[in-house]
């Protein structure tokens, strides 16, 4: 069966209309024999048959007008009609084994401080793409920059009104950004709530005030008062391991492990390392890896591996002065603690009144994992802990 | 001596303004050879030699309606269409105030608005058919006016010149081609650049006339020119006119004649210096005398010496404004 | 609004500016009487006669150098090259008379004229009718090259065209002179030259086109589309000098990069917008920027296969856009 299709009659010609048929259903044409008359705007032409052979089904009728390679009729013949094979695709070129990374995926990896290798790919043979990196940003837990889509071009910034010359714009860091960021979220998320217990650190200050030289010297780095509270800390944790979780749309996550975040303030901000693994150190431990992130996060060499996986944040705001404070969770962890400055007070024991070194401890928490009751349960046990070091106690 | 000025309509102050201006374009072109080998200058295109052709055809044109789309020898031909020797030296010395092109062309690049001269470039010929065009236009506006253009007889080889003078022919413009034949294109000659008899034989390819002068008699080519002028304002089209003159020197300072041509031939050319034979009519006729001769030649000297102080003091463009006229100033 | 195809909307903007100004002509072979071998001025000899749409002889300089001259001395002539591929003789007074006029002479003298072309294949045009000659006339400081792509472009451009003050090289795709329609309005709209558009947006991956490459490309985007990949193409439409901030935005939006033209590769449009990408945009790449163009021979045959092996088809397309779009 041939099929007959409406031509191109003349250069940048798309469409014909048949204006006449010469032939009907059942006529004998032979080859060339005009079909039809066909009208375009350039030219009007008669349509030649290019086989020999019966008018089988006139498809397309008289006055319409039909696109150029439209079928228009059917004529029976005795030769088969064979399309054209397509020509074979060219072969699939072989993908690159290796893990390159795009300038967009590190650029925005750096400015947001990713860690690639956590990151999945779903380019081609599993690279990972720019789409790729801004989506783990956007569900991301751990750092939560903004996903700033540049579809905007010229998005104006708010100018803050600068009423006298006096005031003067700071523009924002990316790292300011970020804690700002996480600030936000944290409220916005976890219902705060507070609570505080003051402990009677008497002895071990003077248990301090006695090790500290020799300490120094010796180790080369100064013993404060921070790796002891720590301490305390992580035991109390391990009696009551529902301070140590956090909140998830699945579950309350107790996590096993307890890894204690520590703030650590530099001029421009604050950076929170991680003491991995903190129930398996002594308080020389705790302390050497104290010292170990202060001075990584002084020289900025923190990586993110420094900055991830905490379990529980302690808050050293006393070192500033602070005799309470209500400090922000570090989402997803449930309860942040500061300790704040020990301060000599007139304290009552015995109906005597006496001057004792008093520390106070300021529990924020997650209201949706924890309540008054744990937490207060909690507190007593780490101010017992702390209560009880002074001479005899074990640092290494 | 036949007064002939007089016949073809000429004033004796007008072919006294003939002498000067034929005798300012010399003494401009001689100040700007002596500038160039004494290293002031880095280029000249020369007109020794043709002036007469050229003062001689201007002066058949009105400055005040035509328009002139000249080739770069046509150093006579703009002066009289207000060209100064300030305007001639500020070129050669490629300063800012330069009309031409503000220093960004080489001289003899002629064109300026105010002067009725349309800008031209480098390539050869290229200005015949925008000569075409100029009166296409000018008569579709209804204007009266008649377009001048010019080239060597190597250019009326181009293609543009076929091609202009056929859309001119077809179109029955007020146009005139005036063809310079000085014998030489550079250091080729006219045996092997033409094969016809005559350049003005040409025309009859394209449908209008032909028709050969003495390149050496300003009034000559005055007579010649006006006629074509007058028939072209009368809407009877264009005409090819083939001026026979010579090039006194080389092409231009980056030539060396004594390569192509012999001493004898440009001795004996000199022997027919239009400038002097023009002189000599003129005291003939009683419009020039010794003393009236040395106050023109003063007064062109002044004003060459003034223009040459003037132009060499005159400051350079800003290399910063290489950026500019692009396009229209205001899209950038 | 109407629905007029390509070559219809140059027949408008023709004479809408013809009535609107008297010093805008026509000149060409076979643009009076016959009204244009493609019919682009038909019907304007009828209407504003053998003065205002002039039948040249058959000579593309003279052609180019008259308008140049009538354009100088202030008229607005359009003067059309009958097939872009013999725009080649014509190409001195294009390139060192239109071009640099304004510029050697310092702002005293100025170019206003339009040069028209018919260009691109698939019309079985072979060497001689199917050429894209843009690359050469792509950078020539002085002129402007402008390739419209919609109906609405090509109104809006060819107006714009006619009233800038500067030589402007009007390139018409010849296989969408019929093939594409669109919606026109009858207001006095221009669209400026120098700007490209953004016709299409998506964050996956960024298409530069032009011609019927643009018609092509769009095409794939929608079948794209449907497989959940979304396109942003921008329409270049100004060749030369092109819009690099638009460019520069709309690389930097997606990170991949793919540009399409019918042209050659080697030297074509696409190795400046690479470049430019390249200068401005490297930390925003996400992929290395992709060219697909014409095979660097001299022209598409005439032999059917060896025409569609040349030409670029929506298919071809639509496989190189899935493969960035995969990376």
């Known amino acids: 069966m041939e099929k007959i299709v409406m031509p191109q009659l003349g250069e940048s010609v798309t469409e014909g209309t048949i204006s006449k048929w010469l032939v009907r259903v059942g006529d004998q044409v032979s080859r060339y024999d005009p079909l039809c008359e066909v009208s375009t705007d350039k030219v009007n032409a008669e349509v030649p048959s290019t086989v020999a052979g019966r008018i089988s089904k006139i498809v397309v009728a008289e006055g319409e007008t039909v696109a150029v390679g439209t079928l228009i009729c059917y004529i029976e013949t005795v030769r088969e009609t064979t399309d054209q094979p397509i020509a074979p695709q060219s072969p699939q070129e072989t993908q690159e084994t290796k893990q390159r990374y795009s300038p967009a995926v590190l650029r925005i990896a750096q400015d947001h401080q990713i860690d690639l290798s956590k990151v999945t790919g779903t380019g081609a043979g599993g690279r990972i793409t720019r789409k790729d990196v801004l989506a783990y940003l956007e569900g991301s837990s751990e750092t939560n920059a903004s996903v700033e889509d540049q579809d905007s071009p010229t998005s104006q910034e708010q100018v803050p009104t600068i009423s006298s010359i006096k005031d003067q714009v700071i523009p924002i860091s990316p790292v300011r950004k970020t804690i700002a960021e996480r600030m936000v979220q944290s409220k916005q998320e976890a219902p705060h709530a507070w609570m505080v217990m003051e402990a009677d650190v008497t002895n071990l200050v003077a248990f301090r005030e006695r090790k500290k030289i020799e300490f120094k010297q010796r180790e080369g780095f100064s013993l404060t008062y921070l790796p002891f509270f720590i301490k305390a800390i992580v035991e109390a944790l391990k009696e009551y391991p529902m301070i140590n979780s956090e909140w998830t749309e699945q579950g309350i996550v107790m996590k096993k492990e307890v890894h204690i975040s520590i703030a650590v303030a530099r001029e421009d901000a604050l ?55 209500a400090p922000i969770l570090n989402p997803p962890q449930a309860a942040i603690l500061s300790v704040e400055k020990i301060i000599k007070k007139p304290v009552v024991i015995d109906n005597m009144i006496a001057i004792r070194d008093q520390v106070n401890l300021c529990l924020s928490l997650d209201h949706r994992v924890l309540d008054g009751l744990i937490c207060g349960r909690f507190l007593q046990s780490v101010k017992r802990r702390i209560e009880s070091y002074g001479e005899g106690t074990e640092i290494f | 001596m036949e007064n002939k000025h007089r016949a073809l309509g000429l004033s004796d102050q007008q072919v006294l303004d003939m002498y000067y201006y034929m005798l300012m374009a010399r003494r401009v072109d001689e100040r700007m050879w002596l500038l160039n080998r004494s290293g002031k200058i880095p280029f000249v295109i020369s007109c020794q030699g043709q002036e007469a052709a050229q003062v001689g055809a201007a002066f058949a044109f009105d400055r005040t309606k035509d328009f002139i789309c000249p080739y770069y020898r046509d150093m006579g031909v703009v002066a009289v269409f207000g060209m100064t020797a300030r305007d001639f030296l500020l070129s050669a010395f490629a300063k800012a105030e330069d009309p031409n092109s503000g220093g960004r062309q080489m001289p003899s690049h002629f064109g300026g608005k105010k002067y009725r001269i349309l800008t031209g470039s480098s390539p050869v010929t290229t200005q015949l058919p925008h000569a ?74 394209y449908g209008f006339p032909g028709v050969r002068v003495n390149g050496n008699d300003p009034l000559e080519v005055y007579r010649v020119m006006k006629q074509a002028v007058d028939r072209a304002r009368a809407g009877d089209g264009p005409t090819l006119i083939e001026a026979e003159t010579y090039r006194l020197v080389p092409h231009s300072s980056d030539d060396d004649d004594r390569a192509y041509r012999s001493r004898e031939e440009v001795e004996e050319a000199k022997n027919k210096d239009p400038i002097p034979l023009f002189a000599n009519y003129l005291k003939a006729v009683g419009v020039l005398n010794e003393k009236k001769e040395r106050e023109i030649s003063e007064k062109v000297m002044d004003e060459v010496n003034e223009a040459t102080i003037y132009a060499e003091k005159a400051p350079y463009p800003s290399p910063e404004s290489t950026l500019l006229h692009v396009y229209e100033e205001k899209q950038k | 609004m109407a629905m007029i195809s390509y070559i219809e909307a140059v027949t408008q903007a023709l004479r809408e500016e013809m009535l609107r100004d008297q010093r805008v002509f026509i000149l060409g072979e076979d643009v009076g009487v016959r009204g244009g071998v493609f019919r682009a001025t038909a019907g304007l000899y009828e209407e504003f ?43 001195n007074q294009i390139v060192n008379e239109a071009a640099k006029m304004r510029y050697r002479s310092n702002g005293d003298w100025n170019c206003p004229v339009v040069i028209r072309a018919p260009y691109g294949g ?77 016709k299409r947006d998506g964050s996956d991956l960024t298409v530069f086109a032009y011609g019927l490459m643009f018609h092509y490309v ?74 697909l163009c014409g095979p660097d021979v001299p022209a598409m045959p005439y032999s059917p296969p060896m025409e569609k092996f040349f030409m670029l088809g929506p298919d071809k397309i639509y496989l190189a856009m899935k493969e960035l779009a995969e990376f």
């Open chain 3, 49 to 91: 006669g053998e003065s205002r749409v002039i039948d040249a002889p058959l000579a593309e300089s003279a052609i180019a150098g008259v308008a140049i001259g009538a354009a100088a001395y202030g008229m607005r002539p359009i003067a059309e090259m009958q097939f872009a591929d013999f725009i080649m003789t014509a190409v």
């Open chain 1, 271 to 325: 950076f929170v390392p991680v003491i991995r693994d903190a129930d398996q150190k002594s308080i020389y431990g705790i302390a050497r890896e104290i010292d170990q992130l202060v001075r990584k996060t002084r020289e900025g060499k923190l990586t993110v591996a420094d900055l991830s996986g905490g379990t529980f944040t302690v808050n050293n705001t006393g070192a500033f002065g602070s005799v309470l404070s």
């Open chain 3, 122 to 198: 698939g019309v079985h045009g072979a060497l001689y009718h199917s050429q894209s000659i843009e690359a050469m006339f792509c950078n020539v400081p002085g002129l402007k090259v402008v390739a419209p792509s919609t109906p609405y472009d090509v109104k809006g451009l060819l107006r714009s065209a006619i009233h800038d003050n500067d030589p402007v090289l009007f390139l018409e795709h010849k296989r969408c002179y019929r093939l594409i329609k669109g919606e026109v309005p009858d207001t006095d709209y221009t669209v400026p030259i120098g700007k490209a558009e953004i």
């Open chain 3, 218 to 291: 769009m095409q794939a985007a929608e079948k794209l589309a449907l497989e959940g990949v979304q396109t942003q193409v921008v329409d270049v439409r100004t060749l030369y000098p092109l819009d690099r901030e638009t460019i520069i935005a709309a690389a930097k939006s997606t990170g991949k990069v793919l540009i399409v033209h019918e042209d050659n590769k080697e030297g074509g449009l696409g190795s400046e917008i690479s470049a430019v990408i390249a200068e401005e945009c490297l930390f925003d790449l996400d992929a290395p920027i992709k060219r």
């Open chain 2, 132 to 205: 075409v065009g100029m009166a296409l236009a000018g008569r579709m506006e209804g204007k009266d006016l008649v377009v001048y253009t010019s080239f060597g007889e190597g250019s009326s080889n181009q293609g543009d010149f076929h091609e202009g003078a056929n859309f001119a022919g077809v179109h029955k413009l007020p146009v005139i081609l005036f063809c310079q034949n000085n014998k030489y294109a550079i250091s080729v000659p006219l045996s092997k650049q033409v094969a016809c008899e005559s350049i003005a034989d040409r025309a009859i390819g």
